[in-house]
């Protein structure tokens, strides 16, 4: 027998209320502390995409433009970049990495990177994390095509599979024979001519690069071609025989400068950055710094779910307050018991502190626990299911802090009952008196 | 100050007023000149419903503050001692058996003695031995058994051994038997008569039940000495005019 005895058959006595006000603790705790892991795992998550590119170059409007564009695949850039400026940018430094890129086709919505072999052999989809196939190999020459994990899942692609990209953002079809009323946008048309064949299969990396198909430049430049020859009249099977300087356009160049080995770092990267600014023909981005700079513009947003999350938190603060001052009628007559039986007015404050104390503790260990396990279930099904790496971890540091505040403000909401306890009339409470 | 005393209880010139709280609560007036209850005295103090019983009791206590007069419990005035010092003097000096039994709902009936234990300055290590015997003796076989799974006979057996767990000087009942029917009456007064007599408690008994009378060698009735305070307060005036 101790006085946490007291407390705990006390909770037991209202098992119902005390069931419900612990869920509803936990539900907040849970809630706020899932909204701490998220928002970090989306940081997170954003920061992956950016892979091991030092620097972006495109002649996008901005800085982030570019890298929404160029890595998030979020629209086709408008502007290229021509075969003279990428000779000039290849020469202009002894980069570690310079992949060209060009994004503009598409294949049933998902964005098609036309790209350099060295996208597979030097750039990392994660910094750290390089590429790795579920099967077949990197394209190696043209009309071949790799597909990210999320496009074979979805489209149901496998090895060998014969495909038609889209100029543009439209709808593709699959194969030649594909059914006729599968047309594309009307701001798209389909290359029925250049039929592509997957040899690759890309395993997740949790980027957006798994929801892209991955071809030559060549091919791509010569559907372009093929455009071009169409605008003047003349309708011919374009070979790499047939491109000309201005066919052999990109839309960005991610750069990786020279870095001491286990560092991100080289030393280099400012004045190269600065130096690539001061040529008001292109736009150069570090996209790390750009995904940073696109969160502290969704701050705010942020700033709002986390003050729901706490005003939650509050309520459940509310209700624990408002349950237990319900509870009094029934509690005052023990609190008078132990007064008879010899405990202080302080004791009696104390034990009905430690009840909502510890009401606040179970609860936000409620919280955390469910919080932890939803996470990583909902981890391992965005995986399986639509190979999503968002990785939410249940920072520790932020698990502590939230089971620390709720505690703190379980008890906070506990001094008004305690005060009442407190307060109580023995004599009055031991009814009945003569 | 605690000082060494033949009394269980000392009363002397107690005066307390309760104001009552409207027309349907009109308050009463308690004055006691003296009441004394050697150690291991037994007492019976009839008083009809609503003459004070209860607040005497609460009194003794150390529950409520007279408005004058001292209660010495083993000697000690138990109204000089303040806060906590009080409460932990009642805990160990005191105990109470009440006509509901107010045993702690939802503990056992082995945790509403432990309970009593807890607020004692008796060592721990003796708190089971202590709960059990005393348990056992008074006939409670389910220890394990919460207060409102025992029938009332138990209930009540249940809170004579909460009142004597931690040897107190005095043990107070407030109308023990008035929810027993006859017979369960006479059997919850031999308990607790049995009960305080082997652990060498004075016992007060304050009742409206007449029945009890036959019961106690000692018996008073609270109007009666409220009376002898009247005359005795006539007597000085009259000798003084």
Redesign the interface.
Known sequence: ???L??VL??L??RLFSTTVVVLLVAVSAGLLLAILSLRSAGERAFERGTGNAHLLVSRDGSPLVSVLNGLFYANSPKAPIDRAKLTELRESFPWAMFVPTAIGDSYRSFPVVATAPEFFSKFEPVLGEPWQFADGRAFDKNFEVVLGSAVARETGLRMGAKLVLTHGSGKSREGAGAGAGDEADEHSHVHKEYEFTVVGILKPTGSPHDRALFSDLESSWMLHAHDRFERLGQEKLVTAADLVDDDRKVTGVLLRLPSREGSNTPPALVSQYDKLRRDGSITVAIPSNEVQRLFSIVKSIDVLFLAMAGATLLSSGVAILLSMVNSMSERR??V????????????IFWLVLTESTIVGLVGATVGIAVCATVLFAATAWLLNAHGIVIAPELDARSAVLVAMGTTLLAAIAGIVPSVLAYRTS??RN?R??? | MSSPSSHALEITRLHFRYQGRGPNDPGFELQLPSLTLARGEEMLLI?R????????L?LI?G??DPNSGTVHVGGQDIHALK??AR??F???TVG?V???F??????SAM?NV???????DVPKAQ?ADRAQSLLRSLGIERLDARAEELSVGQQQRVAVA?ALA?RPTLVLA??PTASLDPENAVNAVRVLRDACREQGAALLV?SHDPSLEAHFARKERLDELMKRRAAHDSTREGASA
Request: aromatic letters at 4%; glycine letters at 10%.
């Open positions: 027998m101790s006085d005895t007291i058959r006390s037991r006595a007559r023990q008078a018991i132990l007064r008879v039986l010899g405990a202080s007015q302080a004791r023995v004599a031991l009945p008196i003569g | 008083g419903s609503g003459c004070g019983k209860s607040t005497l609460q206590a529950l409520v806060g906590a409460d932990r009642r805990g160990r109470m009440f006509q509901t107010n045993l702690l709902q939802g503990f945790e432990l309970v009593a234990l807890l607020m004692s708190w909460r931690c407030d109308e304050v």
